[in-house]
């Protein structure tokens, strides 16, 4: 990845400064400074993202794009909402906002 950034000329002698200091171009310069001060990945983490983010591309390659597929699931997720918020009424539970079914309702 390449980026551009403007560097006002304080902050360019600075860098040029700390370049010449260690015999380093001003990008190596750069590099450590973000490699210092950003905390490192944990790749257990990461591949946790990247098995969600795979699950969740996989259920939009699902999703109907017909209108009346679309009207029909829109319609099964307020039903759903309602008979959700149904049950947590009916056991002593706050109910959650969704105002679509609460004017359904």
Do not use: H
């Amino acid at each position: 990845m390449s980026l551009v950034i403007e560097f006002s000329p304080p902050e360019e002698a600075r860098l040029q400064a700390a370049a010449e200091r260690e015999g380093v171009p001003i990008t190596d310069i750069i590099r450590k400074a973000v490699t210092n001060y950003l905390p490192p990945v944990d790749e257990t983490e990461a591949q946790k993202n990247a098995a969600s983010i795979a699950l969740l591309r996989s259920w939009l390659n699902q999703a109907p794009t017909d209108p009346e597929a679309v009207r029909e699931a829109e319609e099964d997720l307020r039903e759903f909402k309602k008979n959700l918020n149904f049950a947590r009424k009916e056991a002593g539970g706050t109910r959650l906002p969704y105002p679509e079914v609460e004017q359904a309702a």
